[in-house]
């Protein structure tokens, strides 16, 4: 079992306003480089493009992070495929992945924000004809021999002819599909050989189990095997020493973001007795001591075989500090004993 | 008509509210007809995993043989539907206008129409039910509670056609849910994105306390 963070580069909170964009990106490095020392198997960086999450080039901090750090897989979560141009993902993300030594993944998603369609001038009507073709050129590129040039003609993009697309890593890039729990989605994975990675981000995660199951299955009907079809899941999550403190701290930040969220999006905003169901057993909410949130990734394990699981920290202008602590303690208190919970098989 | 009250449930629409919808619908005891945009034979595997028991049908057969029919898909697909196939029938429209997830859509953009309304004025002889609309997909089984729970959660509705709220109000009670008739179609507007409604757990009383 893989763990890690994810993270869309919250911002902080300065005079009871958001600070500066320019801090987040520092904030963020420091973040990782930590989360490598700390023994961490995974940090992701999720495309967005507003004041509060302002992480909208993830290849960039990866290209970054990859010099400051030696043994950690890093990836986009996700990178908004359907608004971006293929060609220039698969660019820069080899780029970041020759610089990293092999350790840049990409994790493509629909977007379930829906800010950068307006922003590249893309239209929402076609968003998910716009998700398939886009996954399909960018496989396409993945897929090319050594020095083999690329013809392709689709419907959202300029044809191409006889293209060189470089540099080429050693090795193809490991990309992942990423989904909010369409079951279309499941079987788009499975039928294309991806690897699939849920964001379980409200409600209960049990529901996401049925989803796995209709992964696999569609694998299995499309004949897709080999050890690159794992399951990721994605979810907030936040450890603290302390259970409850964990717990109220989170609330806070949960608090926070969603009211910003719900303002945009106009949802209420949530209630303490919601968050409380959520962080629960079977909620999507991992904010706990280390002890509980280590059980409730090995309780997980048992029904869908996950083989990593990140938690994004830093939502609602979570305190820097507080997310260094809890990037330490998935690092040196969860991730040991998960690891000696599933190596003895329990 | 299905006898008792164990009716068909008509939906268009696979996607994660679609099947939350036809999960509940199942657990119930209703028979349960599906569709998507792409045909009958693309939804086996997914019928299968995620909803034994469900028939994968054409858009106009879910229409044709079913008691409720549940408007479940991205909105602005919404003219890829015949007006035809839905004349007569109840329809309850589970959808929103809703820009920050779907961007915006031109005729949807007069703020003294609602969504509901016109949905309505263009599949004019359709019977349209408001509602199912502003409960998040996963809370339609993960709130679902027995009759008579305290914490029972309440589901608004609005419709120009009082037999159809009915026999909406009734299906809506099989899912596990109370339901408050809020009046005519443009009444819609207070349960719409933006609105104290939209996403909130609350109960009957609750739900009351806000609009009156």
């Not at chain 1, 193809?172 to 990423?178: Q, R, S, V």
């Not at chain 2, 004019?124 to 679902?144: G, M, P, Q």
């Amino acid at each position: 079992m893989e763990l890690g963070v994810y993270s869309f580069g919250d911002v902080q909170q300065e005079n009871g306003k958001l600070g500066p964009t320019s801090q987040a990106i520092p904030n963020l490095l420091e973040a990782i480089k930590l989360a490598d020392e700390v023994g961490l198997d995974f940090f992701g960086v999720g495309e967005h493009h507003t004041d509060y999450f302002p992480a909208s080039s993830p290849a960039t901090i990866l290209s970054a992070a990859a010099a400051m750090t030696k043994n950690i897989t890093l990836s986009s979560a996700v990178s908004v495929l359907s608004t971006d141009d293929p060609v220039r993902i698969y660019q820069q993300f080899a780029t970041a992945n020759i610089i990293s030594g092999g350790r840049v993944e990409i994790v493509a998603g629909r977007g379930s924000s829906t800010e950068s369609f307006p922003l590249f001038g893309y239209d929402l009507k076609n968003y998910d004809e716009l998700y398939a073709e886009k996954l399909d050129l960018l496989m396409k590129i993945n897929a090319l021999e050594k020095n083999e040039p690329l013809t392709w003609e689709g419907q959202f993009r300029a044809p191409i002819q006889e293209a060189m697309i470089v540099p080429q890593p050693e090795h193809p890039i490991k990309i992942w599909l990423a989904t909010g729990g369409n079951p279309e989605s499941s079987i788009r994975a499975g039928a294309l050989g991806l690897p699939i990675a849920y964001a379980v981000i409200g409600g209960q995660v049990s529901r996401f189990a049925p989803m796995v199951d209709l992964y696999r299955k569609a694998a299995e009907h499309y004949e897709q095997t080999g050890d690159h079809m794992q399951v990721a899941i994605a979810s907030p999550g936040y450890i603290a020493e302390d259970a409850q403190d964990a717990k109220d701290t989170f609330w806070q930040a949960w608090e926070s973001t969603m009211t910003t969220l719900g303002k945009v999006r106009g949802f209420a905003a949530p209630t303490r007795s919601h968050y409380d169901a959520e962080s629960g057993r079977d909620g999507a909410l991992f904010a706990g001591s280390p002890e509980e949130i280590a059980e409730r990734i090995i309780e997980l394990h048992k029904r869908i075989k996950h083989t990593r699981h990140y938690f994004q920290m830093d939502v609602g202008q979570l305190p820097h500090d507080k997310f260094l602590q809890s990037i330490e303690l998935l690092g040196t208190k969860v991730a040991p004993r998960v690891r000696k919970a599933l190596a003895s098989g329990n | 008509m299905a006898t008792n009250s164990k009716l068909i449930i008509g939906i268009i629409g696979a996607g994660r509210l679609g099947t939350a919808i036809a999960r509940q619908s199942l657990k119930a005891g209703h028979r349960v007809n599906i569709s998507n945009s792409r045909g009958p034979q693309s939804l086996e595997l997914m019928l299968g995993v995620l909803l034994p028991g469900a028939v994968a049908m054409t858009v106009n057969d879910v229409a044709q043989k079913s008691d409720i029919i549940i408007l479940a898909m991205p909105l602005n697909k919404y003219s890829a539907l015949d007006p035809e196939w839905l004349a007569g029938k109840i329809v309850i429209d589970a959808m929103n206008y809703w820009p920050p997830t779907e961007g915006r859509i031109p005729e949807f953009m007069n703020e003294q129409v609602t969504s509901s309304q016109y949905l309505q004025q263009h599949f004019d002889r359709a019977r349209i039910v408001k509602t199912l609309n502003h409960v998040a997909y996963n809370e339609i089984e993960e709130h679902s509670l027995p009759p008579a729970h305290p914490q029972r959660r309440a589901i608004a509705l609005a419709g120009d056609d009082d037999a159809a709220k009915k026999q909406a109000e009734q299906f809506i009670d099989t899912i596990g849910f109370d339901t408050i008739d809020l009046g005519d179609l443009q009444e819609g507007s207070k349960f719409q994105p933006d609105t104290k409604l939209f996403n909130a757990r609350l109960t009957k009383a609750e739900i009351e306390q806000i609009v009156r």
